[in-house]
C-alpha cells in the first residue's frame, strides 16, 4: 500500500472533499504512516467473530 | 494551617471561610494577585474572569452571613481548561476558530457542581489545540510553561491546569484526559491529577475530542483537595449520556483507610521500557513505599496504545471534518495534519480498535482479581524543553509529541481510574500512576493520601517563579 499511498491521498481527500494541498502532503503522508503501522498492529490481532465494540461501558 | 490565602491548601480555605477567619473575597483577591503576577510567566490562563469571581465569592460571603451552611469548597477559587463552557465566554478549546463560537449561555456542570460546593471560578486555562497534545504548546495562545522551570514543557494537553496548579496560582484546576491529558501535565508539572473511571463524572458542556475516550477530572497540590473536588462533582448527569448512573461515592473520609492490606503491583513489560532513568527511580521509590515487589503484565498493552492512536485520530477526524473542508488554514499544522491523515484511516480498522478494546479491557480486568493497584510511570521523563522535537528512549530517537503519552494511553483506553501522583525529584518532578479498577477511584485517592503521608510524593513548592 506504501508505494501507492500519495494516490490513496490524492483518492480519498478528492472523495472526501477535502482541501489537502501539496505543501501539506508530506506532514499529513508521515502522520499516515505512522497511523496505517499501528492500525496494522491491531489488524494483526485475532480476534474471536463474536466480540463487540466497547464504546461506553457501565460495569 | 498556612498564614495567606495564596499559601493555603483548598481545605484549609474552605474552613478558614466557613469559620470566617476570612472571607471568600479575601482568597479570591489572592489567587487574581498571584495570576496577576505570575501568569506573565507562566502564561496558564486565557481567560481571568475577575468580575464573576468577585460577585461570586462575595455571594459566598453573604450566604455564611446569614448562616447558611457553608460549600465543603467555600472560597476556594478555581480555574478550568478553556474547552469547558463558562457563561459569557466562547469556549475556545484551545483554537483559532473556535474564538467565532457565540458566548457560552450556561456553565459545564462540573463548574456549576464544584460552584455549587462554594468554589469560585477565577477563568479559563490555555490548553493544546483541540486537546490533541501531549506538549502544552499553543500555536495561537502560546504554550503553557513549567512552574518548575518555565523553559520547559508544562505537558499537554491540560497545559495550563498543571502550570496553573503547579505554580500556585489556584489551588484547583479542571482538565480532561483522552489518553494522558490529566496525568501528563499532573507529572511534568508536579501537581496530583484524578482521571477518574470514563463516565463517572459528566462532560455536559465542555467541547469533546474523543467521545469513546474523554475523561474530565481536578488538578491539585494535596490529595485531600484533589478528593474534595472529585467529590463535590460526581452524580449522574442526563446532558452526558456516558454519565454513569451510579451515586455519589465519596472518598474523603477514606483517605485515611489502612492501605497495608491493599494488593500493590508493578505494571511490567510494556510499562518498563521507554524510561528514563528519573522515570524509573519515580516508580522505584513509591513501589518500595508500598511494599509492592509483584509484577503483572498487562497483555498486548502496546496494541492497545495503537488501538487508542487509531480511535484519537479518526474520531477526532470526524469531529473536525467541516472544520478541516472549511477552515484548513485556521488550524495550527501539525494538529490539522494529523486530522487529516485520521480522515484517511479506513473504517474496518476503526471497528477493529473498538473491537480490541473490548478484549482488552476484559483481560486487564482480570488482573484485578489478584491485584487491588497496579504502578506504572506517568511519563517516560521529566519535561522536555518547549520546542525540543525528539527525545531517545531504550537508544532509540522518537518524536516527542506523541510518545510523551505511550505510558498513559494504554490505561485510558479502557477507562481505568489513575490517580497521578508527583515524585518530587531534583530537578524537575515526575508522577506515578496509581491505576485501580474501574469505580474504585477511592482505592486510588487512598494509596495516593498513603504515600503523601510517607512523604514519598508531593507537590513541591515551584522552582521557576
Known sequence: ?59 | MSETPAAMSAAEIAQAVSSRKITALAATEAALARIAVHDKILNAFTDVTADRARTRAKAVDAAIAAGQPAGPLAGVPFAVKNLFDVQGLSTRAGSKINRDLPPSPRDATLIERMEAAGAVLVGALNMGEYAYDFTGENAHDGPSRNPHDPTRMAGGSSGGSGSAVGGALVPIALGSDTNGSIRVPSSFCGTFGLKPTYGRLSRARSFPFVASLDHLGPFARNVKDLALAYDVMQGPDADDPACSVQSVEPTVPLLANDVSRLRVAIAGGYFQQNLLPEAVEAVARVAKALGATRTVELPEAARARAAAFIMTTTEGAALHLDRLRKRPNDFDPPVRDRLFAGAMIPAVYVDKAQKFRRWYRARVLELFQSVDVILAPATPCTAPKIGQATFTLDGVELPVRPNIGIHTQPISFIGLPVAAVPVPLEPMPIAVQIIAAPWREDIALRVAYALEQMGVVAAPAPRGL
Open chain 1, 1 to 59: 500500500m506504501d508505494d501507492h499511498l500519495d494516490d490513496y491521498m490524492t483518492a480519498v481527500a478528492r472523495t472526501m472533499a477535502l482541501p489537502l494541498e501539496d505543501a501539506w502532503r508530506p506532514a499529513v503522508r508521515a502522520n499516515l504512516e505512522v497511523a496505517l503501522r499501528l492500525a496494522r498492529l491491531v489488524d494483526d490481532f485475532p480476534l474471536p467473530d463474536d466480540v463487540a465494540s466497547a464504546a461506553v461501558y457501565s460495569t
